[in-house]
């Protein structure tokens, strides 16, 4: 299957191995990858922080980088969220009914990795291996936004090697927000050590989630206390063998 | 030539208490400081998390249930002005009075001379939001007459002279010690030797408030629901004072929001089932009181009912944000959400706190005089899971924070991204000036302080993904 590939600007800009590990894996089920160079942001920032009409050109630009394409996928469960439920809104709130209408089919073809591993390829057990002691952090956007279900949770546990230990209150939040995080930073910082300490009380020596932007926040944090447990990308353990 | 009727007003400046003194990140700071505060907040709510999770799961139709509860409200809102009509016209007809209050000021106004014309000195009080909302208790005090809250929980908040912080269990930060310390200092002929045992507290409050109740010839109460097809009103509770204070005095007058009303009895059997087990995690609320108007010998002999706006009108006016008039004040959303388990009420500083009150408080004042409350949350959509009327609130919070003002660096600071992400190669060449930026030992990432004080910033990639794709 062609599948274009959108890296998403964290990911593009910081944490290129989960774009990285993205196409690998797809490339090892066979599939051809394609990067069209002029995407950039879907625009969740300035959407979720007041600045809708500021995100009416990314959305614009989302679209028409992405429309040539019968599948899409993105390592973010966040990303995908904005661009399934707030695309079409945006175009509509700035009165571009034409646009509202391709963004919401293209919407449609957008899928988070671990829904197009198993809703899309449906695959399972994708041959990877990772020797680790593992606990996933079910990112809310992904949870509640996209209902991604435990589907990264059977990917997980057909992956060699892997012992995946459960996460305790695994469904609060870990404090990100976007621009939460820094417009209210101490409330932000309250709920990411409590998510640690949850994190930390696992006994495992990597945490994973669907998004980049989480495992940010949260490697942060982990570092910060020198707490001895990794972040990593979910992609990046789907990939290695 | 045209006619302008205004746009609807919204809650007054000056009365009530919907406005805080200081944006939600300075008010959250003393509460995030406040180690027992935290520990209180966060044993209350896992407990009423896990006891409404469990009952909520004995429904198989919860899903139903709450597709149900929101199409009444939505037919409600659609039609509000013909129910309040009905409502009306079947209180009067039993025997009632009511009263129309555009804002705080008239509603506090009608009471209070309602009040006055009784000559009563006190009267009692059956929990209620609205009442809170108008500050209702401060106006009655202003003309010489005593509120008594008989709630046990907002009785101890009015004696600790405090200010609600949940919805529903308005001294959730409080402990017993302290409620002991407040009742030693503030109730009126408590016991010296008084212990922090919870039936001795109980039973101390219960002594109080008997003899208040058997003494006082007028009660104010708020309302759950008004049913239009009958002119009924209801009030749910736990602990049996409202039933005393609904059935005991002479004069009744009952404040409520005009989007309480409910256009017939059978929709009460949807938001019976869904309001206890969302709220107090109960299969039913152990108390339910219900009157239509008046019955000669039985009860209140003058009742009043005053319908209050308050802002009202201008959430109904917003299309996206008017569901937050669906709210049946359950405190699910406060429950579930972990900046509310974490800051507490006071935090947000309307009488409405957590997710719902951080959409209706700025719509009911107009979203400049409550900016900070919109960004409260993290969008993390707990509260709209859990909502049993099904507000989406983290919708509503984004609609409401494109409505707030912004800081202008901040404005600068979007534009200036939006306008790189717009132009993909300007967008390469930032990523490579972030790491330059990033090696001079420079924020260049634009994340800004707070950040920095409880996380480490990721390393700068030696290459961004787009280079690595190219050099494939």
């Known amino acids: ?241 | 030539m045209s006619t302008f009727l205004g746009m609807p007003a919204t809650a007054p400046r000056g009365v009530g208490h919907l406005r805080g003194d200081e944006p939600f990140p300075a008010a959250a700071h003393r509460a995030l400081a406040d180690e027992q505060l935290r520990n209180n907040l966060r044993h209350a709510t896992t407990t009423i998390r896990g006891k409404s999770g469990r009952v909520i799961a004995e429904l198989p139709d919860w899903q139903e249930l709450r597709s149900a509860g929101s199409a009444i409200k939505a037919d409600v809102l659609s039609r509000l002005p013909d129910l309040l009509e009905e409502l009306e016209a079947r209180v009067v007809e039993r025997g009632g009075v009511v009263h129309w209050a555009a804002d705080a000021n008239e509603a506090n106004r009608i009471v209070t001379e309602l009040v006055r014309a009784t000559g009563s000195e006190r009267v009692i009080k059956v929990k209620s939001m609205a009442t809170q909302e108008i500050a209702l208790n401060e106006a009655l005090e202003a003309a010489g007459i005593q509120p008594v809250e008989t709630d046990l929980a907002e009785l101890i908040v009015q004696l600790g002279q405090d200010k609600p912080s949940h919805i529903l269990v308005p001294a959730i930060h409080r402990n017993r010690s302290e409620i002991r310390e407040i009742f030693l200092k503030a109730m009126p002929g408590v016991d010296p030797a008084l212990t922090d045992d919870p039936p001795v507290l109980a039973a101390a409050a219960r002594k109080y408030l008997r003899e208040t109740f058997l003494s006082t010839k007028v009660a104010i109460s708020g309302a759950n629901f008004g049913v239009a097809e009958t002119g009924t009103l209801a009030v749910v509770e736990s602990e049996g004072n409202g039933r005393m204070c609904l059935t005991l005095p002479d004069t009744l007058i009952t404040v409520m929001g005009i989007e309480k009303v409910v256009p017939t009895w059978q929709d009460l059997e949807v938001f019976l089932q869904l309001l206890p087990r969302a709220s107090t995690g109960e299969r039913m609320n152990p108390y339910t009181t219900m009157w239509t108007g008046v019955t000669p010998g039985d009860g209140p002999q003058d009742f009043h009912l005053v319908l209050l706006d308050n802002g009202r009108s201008a959430v109904l006016a917003d299309p996206r944000g008017r569901t937050a008039l669906h709210c049946i004040r359950c405190s699910a959303c406060l429950n579930v959400c972990p900046v509310y388990e974490r800051t507490g009420g006071h935090a947000y500083g309307s009488v409405y706190p957590g997710p719902i009150g951080a959409v209706l408080s700025p719509q009911l004042t107009g979203v400049e005089d409550n900016a900070s409350l919109p960004f409260a949350s993290s969008l993390c959509g707990a509260c709209f899971d859990a909502c049993p009327v099904k507000i989406d609130i983290p919708s509503m919070l984004v609609h409401l924070r494109n409505q707030a003002p912004h800081p202008r660096s901040e404005r600068a600071a979007m534009r200036a991204a939006a306008y790189t992400m717009e132009r993909p190669k300007l967008y390469a060449r930032a990523q490579r000036a972030a790491k330059l930026a990033r090696i001079a030992g420079r924020r260049g990432l634009g994340l800004p302080l707070g950040w920095n004080e409880a996380r480490d910033l990721p390393e700068i990639p030696e290459q961004t993904f787009r280079d690595w794709w190219a050099s494939r």
């Open chain 1, 1 to 241: 299957m062609r599948i274009a590939l959108f890296a998403t600007c964290l990911a593009d800009t910081l944490f290129p191995e989960a774009a990285k590990a993205t196409v690998r894996l797809l490339e090892r089920l066979g599939h051809e990858v394609v990067f069209p160079f002029d995407q950039t942001c879907c625009g969740q920032m300035h959407v979720n922080t007041g600045f809708q009409r500021d995100a009416v050109p990314l959305v614009k630009r989302y679209v028409s980088t992405f429309d040539p394409f019968d599948v899409i996928v993105a390592p973010s469960g966040s990303c995908v969220g904005s661009i399934r439920h707030q695309h079409a809104m945006v175009a509509a709130d700035a009165g571009e009914a034409g646009l509202a209408a391709r963004a919401e089919d293209v919407g449609r073809r957008t899928y988070e990795l671990s829904e197009l591993l198993i809703d899309v390829l449906q695959v399972e057990d994708v041959g990877a291996r990772y020797p680790h002691r593992v606990t996933y952090h079910p990112t809310c956007h992904s949870l509640r936004m996209i209902r991604v279900g435990d589907k990264p949770l059977r990917l997980l546990r057909r992956v060699r090697g892997l012992e995946l230990v459960e996460l305790p209150a695994a469904e609060q939040c870990c404090g990100f927000g976007g621009t939460f995080s820094v417009k209210n930073a101490e409330t932000s910082a309250a709920m990411l050590a409590d998510k640690m300490t949850a994190i930390v009380s696992t006994g495992a020596s990597v945490c994973t989630a669907g998004d980049a932007s989480c495992l940010m926040h949260l490697g942060g944090g982990l570092s910060r206390r020198d707490a001895g447990v990794r972040t990593v990308h979910l992609a990046e353990i789907l990939a290695s063998t």
